[in-house]
């Protein structure tokens, strides 16, 4: 694995609404470089770049029509290829994301594969020999050309469904991984890896890594599928890091993945931290955390206590954390983001608590997730420093409250949001117990209650993590004493007699002896 990738804080750039540099009211490359130098200083390491090929941008760009070529809105490829290497002058390693599951309709293949007579791209997508038959439990398009045949789509319909194969198959139509269309597909998915790897960018983030064969209910030809990736890659660019969207570590690191991306919905409880009615990082301290460390642990070891979880503090597809929490509720759910194994991923704008924008109309496919794409507040300039357009040719429209934060403002604000997150992020970096590969044990996570307590643990220390976002003091009780303060929000916890005192509204990290 990438030894950068251990010690890795991400920064999530959704490049429409991040800097606009040419007044047209979208974000571009040239945005993203001049705002670098940012994101080194806010500490983070790594960056997620959102997709930015070529694409009708149906849904944000997740329909992808030319995987070689960088969307023009955004610049040109050698753009981003200076892009990749400012970043790497900063010590900033470049995540692609990845869309390897579905393309938009306009993608050429696509366009070949919706023709009558055979040709090399006729069974990249996955067709049904009919017409009149339907996929069964996907949706389809059909009707759209002469072939013969209803096409399989992903999520919208203008994103038709690549084909990896079946790996349990019931009608004659569905192909097998091994067959002649998936391994074609596979081979052209590597290319495009390859391409970019040459370009200069770091890796990749997948969207949607677990979901590429099909009627695969425990993963194994996915999992099969990714290994072959994986082996490429150990060829031909062995620094190249993988980080999935699947939810299952034990299947993705199995898959070759270095670290697996937690998902927003499925089993996870993710939700019952920061989304939910009651979040468990409310002050009015009614939330749940048991459930998330339950599926957690169980997941962490099934990973052989490896925990290369990645925890986000949101994305482009989640309400933002300032929808539900507030004020110093926000700087305590980062103790916890930026404490956890697995690298931390934050999304532009969490770090200044950058709100959900109610009530906008979908853009580009957003939908419900329009409000969380709105444009990265930099200042209290004209659009927030975002972009010079006229206000009613932004790409999505900025939160219209007078209020709202902004960078320039908590960067000169030592109780900031913005500086408590530079600051943990600075005690991960310099702490090898609470990085990536740092191990955990939860020691006070009942239902209903609070705090929430874990140990990070390295080869040299042990360390106490002690989070209590409730309005209210609490206690636990706990063989550890605690030997020295290493971090603190709020008041300092205190040991006595085998319980440990937390006090309202408070976080800390105590260096403890075992």
Known sequence: MAEWLENAVFYEIYPQSFQDTNGDGIGDFQGIVERLDYIAGLGCTGIWLNPCFQSPFGDAGYDVSDYYRAAPRYGTNEDLKRLFEEAHKRGIRVLLDLVPGHTSTEHKWFRESMRAEKNPYTDLYIWTDDVWESPEGMGCIRGISD?????????????????????????????????????????????????????????????????????????????????????????????????????????????????????????????????????????????????????????????????????????????????????????????????????????????????????????????HRTGSRSPMQWDRTVNAGFSAAPQEDLYIAMDPDQDRPDVQSQIEQEDSLYSEVRRLIALRRSTPALQSKGGIEFVYAKEGEYPLAYIRRSDTESLLVIINPAARETSFESGHELKETVYSFGAECVSRSGVILVPASSAGIYRIKE
Not at 252 to 265: A, K
């Open 147 to 367: 072939r013969n045949g209803s096409c399989v789509v992903n999520f919208f319909s203008h994103q038709p469904a690549l084909n990896y194969g079946y790996y349990e198959r019931n009608r004659p139509w569905q192909q097998s991984p091994e067959d002649e269309g998936p391994l074609r597909t596979l081979e052209e998915m590597k290319k495009v890896m390859r391409f970019w790897l040459k370009m200069g960018c770091d890796g990749f983030r997948v969207d949607m890594a677990g979901s590429l064969v099909k009627n695969d209910p425990d993963g194994k030809g996915t999992i099969a599928l990714w290994k072959k990736v994986r082996s490429f890659l150990d060829l031909e660019f062995p620094e190249a890091v993988l980080i999935s969207e699947w939810g299952e570590p034990d299947k993705s690191l199995e898959g070759g993945f270095h670290m697996d991306f937690l998902l927003h919905f499925g089993p996870s409880h993710y939700n019952d931290l920061f989304r939910c009615e009651e979040p468990f990082f409310s002050g009015r301290g009614k939330g749940d955390v048991s459930a998330f460390v339950k599926k957690y642990v169980e997941n962490y070891e099934k990973t052989g206590s490896k925990g290369l979880i990645c925890i986000p503090s949101g994305n482009h597809d989640m309400d933002r954390l300032a929808r539900r929490l507030k004020g110093d509720e926000l700087k305590i759910a980062f103790v916890f983001l930026l404490s956890m194994p697995g690298a931390p991923f934050i999304y532009y704008g969490d770090e200044i608590g950058m709100r959900y924008v109610e009530g906008l109309n979908s853009v580009e496919g957003g939908f």
